[in-house]
């Protein structure tokens, strides 16, 4: 009965969204996975992801807006089929109200729904209010964002470029034109696993800075973050202070530090750095490929320094290679990710992206296997 009911209710605001949406679009993502696990390289794992997405944005007035996303995903294959509970190990719900569900499940199959955008937006003057579904973005850093409480992730899930979303009200005041403050509510099921913050951002001799101070799962926190040009580069920083409410519990300082630089319309090159308190320098609990998610800002990683390189470009108009490489400098393990994209037309594209890993099993990024998959995604 409850899932006829979510099924209803998908329905329901898909052909609403639809008939008064004053903007609809969306995407149809295919994606062929291969896993070849370590030592083991005999056996080898495939499983197919079809993925839809589904956007609908609807001014009712000039003050009134209304957001509805969601996430629809078929797989099937043999990771279903041979790693225990896989149905409980997708999705990305951060919310107090459940709007994921199973609409398909089978030895070898599952089939997922999640809206991670279902929210209104008022607009009144200086000042904008936020309620439901949400991204809630405080975070300035390309990588790493330790800022980002409200809705932490994992720069390893490459194919969720649109990030969860988390049931949140939010109130910005505009006290500029280029700074306002923002207070976040994100209600949970206790007080205590309940969080709140406020945010203040502004641009002072064309840096943009933001000071924050926040109250989330067991901590306090105090942080700030900029974002600035020197000389061709471009510099990020975030820095976040975590002050543990309870005694048996530790605090602790996550920051990070980046540098990117275009090189004409053609290149991208970055270079980043983490650090992170509340990292190990010793054994590691190993890494999920089905759904990497960080669950606070203080698992951004596993170690307590990261150093990050990536470099992407544009090859005659149609090709887009590029690598990163994510490295703990401390084991000196690490993720290789070399990709290459292809433009086959304006709404058509296909990419080849390899998850590569070097390390001993208890190292940040152990040599578990060695993961690739083809990618082909319709845009509408």
Do not use: C
Not at 5 to 14: I, N, R
Not at 154 to 177: F, I, M
Not at 337 to 353: C, E, H, K, V
């Amino acid at each position: 009965m409850r899932k006829t009911l979510k099924l209803t209710l998908v329905f329901a605001l898909l052909l609403y969204g639809y008939a008064g949406a004053q903007e609809f679009k969306g995407q149809l993502k295919l994606l062929n996975n291969l896993f070849v696990p370590y030592p083991d390289t005999l056996m080898w794992f495939t499983d197919q992801t079809l993925e839809n997405r589904l956007e609908f944005k609807w001014d009712a007035t000039d003050w009134l807006r209304f957001d509805v996303q969601a996430r629809n995903r078929f797989i099937y294959g043999d990771f279903v089929e041979n790693i225990p509970n896989y149905s409980s190990l997708i999705g990305s719900s951060n919310g107090l109200v459940n709007l994921s569900f199973l609409w398909a499940e089978g030895r070898s199959f599952v089939g997922h729904t999640e809206f991670d955008r279902l929210f209104a937006r008022v607009s009144y003057s200086r000042f904008e209010l936020t309620l439901g579904r949400q991204r809630v973005n405080w975070g300035i850093d390309l990588v790493w964002n330790p800022n980002d409480i409200f809705n932490t992730f994992s720069y390893l899930n490459l194919e969720y470029p649109e990030r969860p979303g988390t049931d949140a009200v939010t109130l910005k005041a505009y006290t500029g034109q280029l700074s306002y403050i923002e207070a976040v509510y994100q209600p949970h099921k206790t007080d205590d696993s309940s969080a709140y913050g406020v945010r203040y951002r502004a641009n002072i001799a064309r840096t943009d800075f933001q000071f924050l101070v926040a109250r989330m799962a067991g901590f306090y926190m105090l942080g700030g973050g900029l974002s600035s040009e020197l000389g061709q580069f471009a510099i990020r920083s975030e820095v976040s202070y975590f002050h543990a409410i309870r005694s048996s519990e530790k605090s602790g300082l996550v920051a990070t530090l980046s540098a990117d630089r275009s090189f004409g319309s053609n290149s991208f090159v970055q270079l980043g750095a983490l650090y992170n308190s509340f990292g190990s320098k010793g054994s590691h609990e190993p890494i999920s490929l089905i759904e990497p998610q960080a669950q606070s800002p203080m698992m951004l990683s596993r170690g307590k320094v990261n150093l990050f390189v990536g470099v992407n470009s544009t090859v005659a108009t149609l090709f887009t290679p590029s690598l990163a490489i994510l490295a703990n400098p401390t084991d000196w393990s690490a993720a290789v990710i070399p990709s290459l994209g292809y433009s086959a037309s304006d709404n058509l594209t296909l990419a080849l992206t390899a998850m590569l890993f070097a390390g001993n099993r208890t190292d940040e990024y152990p040599s578990i296997g060695q993961l690739a998959y083809f990618k082909v995604q319709w845009n509408f």
